[in-house]
């Protein structure tokens, strides 16, 4: 009973405090406790020192602050500042490239200017090398044609070689004479028509004596005088060794010195071969015969005889007197063209 009554009991309100608000019976003892908890926070924060003047808790002063901040604020570019900075950067680029094009379209001229000119020395040259090959080509036949001029008026000489220096050129076309009838059988006095006999000009070779040159009147005996001395080297008259050859015309015996590794094999291999006129070297094979005549027909010639490729550069120096010249490539410039993207195609996905 007790309790009850002092629960019932209500003290009464001074004027100092305020009325009780319509509101308390709804926030209940939750609201009342938070305010509780929260009163020794705020009391703390309440009895903290007041900061002084012009400084932040952190202890930098903040008295100048608004005036450097509106000073920084006020350098800053506006607007219309980074706009006029654009435009000038804009007109420097434009005109930059302006000149760059001025450049290229400068360069692009000169470049178009050479190239024509190039191109007229590249068909000059080319003309030029065609005619000289042409005329390289005309002088090979020429020096063939002469060469076989020349042996056709050297076909009745023969040259002699091993009769000494001792014998004086009075006496040559006697010797000649009884030499040629020994050669083929006959008395030595017996008559031999010869047209002229004398020794190669130039002083003698040491002790080897100059070749006597003579020309047979008929084509018959001197051909007869070659057959005999086919098949001996050499022949002794008089106490000395002779040699007889037929008189051909140098660069005929030139090209005979170049072709020596050729016949060389040739008989190597048992392979009969003979000089034919204009130039040529026919062998014979399988009763089959085969001529080569031009160097570019060796790998041919050496094919046929089934012997191997033998290089005869020399002989290449020689006939044709060097290279053909080439012509230069007209290859003109191509402009790259410009590679188009293709849009790849949708996939079903895409497509729906």
């Known amino acids: 009973m007790g309790k009850h009554q002092k629960k019932g009991e209500q003290t ?15 926030l209940g003892r939750k609201s009342s406790s938070r305010s509780e908890t929260r009163a020794p926070k705020m009391a703390d924060t309440a009895t903290r020192s007041p900061s002084p003047t012009g400084s932040t808790a952190s202890g930098f002063s903040t008295a100048s602050a608004p005036s450097d901040l509106r000073t920084i604020l006020a350098s800053l570019p506006t607007k219309d500042d980074l706009r006029a900075m654009a435009r000038t950067l ?14 290229l379209h400068t360069i692009g001229e000169a470049q178009s200017r050479l190239e024509s000119r190039l191109e007229s020395i590249e068909k000059s040259h080319n003309k030029m090398t065609h005619r000289v090959n042409d005329h390289h080509k005309y002088i090979y036949l020429l020096r063939k044609h002469m060469e076989d001029l020349d042996n056709r008026g050297r076909r009745n ?45 130039g002083p003698p070779r040491g002790e080897k004596p100059r070749d006597i040159v003579c020309c047979v009147h008929k084509y018959s005996i001197k051909e007869d005088i070659l057959r005999a001395m086919r098949n001996t080297e050499t022949f002794k008259y008089n106490d000395y060794e002779v040699s007889i050859y037929q008189d051909l015309a140098w660069l005929t015996i030139q090209q005979r010195r170049a072709l020596r590794p050729l016949t060389t094999t040739l008989r190597s291999k048992h392979i009969p071969y003979r000089w034919g006129f204009p130039f040529a070297l ?26 191997p490729p033998i290089d005869l550069k020399d002989w290449r120096d020689l006939g044709y ?32």
């Not at 804009?90 to 450049?103: L, N, T, V, Y």
């Not at 070689?161 to 014998?167: A, H, K, N, T, Y």
């Not at 026919?282 to 012997?307: V, W």
């Not at 290279?323 to 410009?338: H, I, K, N, P, T």
Request: charged residues 25%.
């Open 12 to 26: 009464p309100q001074t004027g100092s405090q305020p009325a009780q608000s319509t509101m308390s019976p709804f």
């Open 90 to 103: 804009r007109e420097s680029q434009k005109a930059d490239m302006a000149d760059i094009k001025m450049e």
């Open 157 to 201: 000489n023969l040259r002699i070689r091993g009769i000494p220096e001792s014998v004086t050129n009075a006496e040559l076309q006697q010797t000649v004479s009884s030499l040629f009838n020994t050669i083929l059988g006959k008395a030595p006095d017996t008559p031999l028509e010869l047209n002229r006999a004398h020794r190669t000009l």
């Open 282 to 307: 026919t062998a014979r094979k399988n009763d089959k015969q085969f001529t080569l005549k031009e160097p570019d027909e060796i790998d041919a010639f050496c094919h046929f005889l089934n012997i």
């Open 321 to 352: 007197n060097g290279e053909f010249l080439d012509s230069l490539d007209m290859a003109q410039w191509q402009c790259a063209g410009r590679k188009h993207r293709t849009t790849p195609a949708m996939t079903p996905e895409r497509a729906e």
